[in-house]
């Protein structure tokens, strides 16, 4: 009988484990900012930060989460590492180039994710053996 969600051997996921991690970090800082900033400076704060902040809060999580169940052996976490980095490579750099929507601080900060999401897409294809 075939495992339909298949074992992977966790090779080179420690780079991985570290970029998800730190990245993790990374965007509970910038919720932080984000809240020093409402009370200091609340123009860059906008409602629009705020709204790109939760969102890649929840998808460091959802990072984690499937990063555990990669570093268990599972080929379709692997998987999913990939989609979600190259999903997040999009997205930041295309709300990257939208013009005055974002504050100019978190504009930098989403090219930044974009090529962490690069370097982590690249990462994850040498650990799935591609």
Known sequence: MVNSE???APRQLGAVSVLVGVYAAAMVGTVVALAVLASTAPEQATQEAWGHALIVVF???LLLVRLRSARSGSTRAVRALGIIAT???VVNLV???LP???????RVE???IALWMAVLLILVRRAAGR
């Open 6 to 8: 298949g074992t992977h």
């Open 100 to 106: 005055g929507v974002f504050p100019e601080w978190m």
């Open 95 to 97: 709300e990257a180039a």
């Open 87 to 89: 999903a997040m490579l």
């Open 59 to 61: 998808f460091a999580i």
């Open 110 to 112: 989403m090219m930044a």
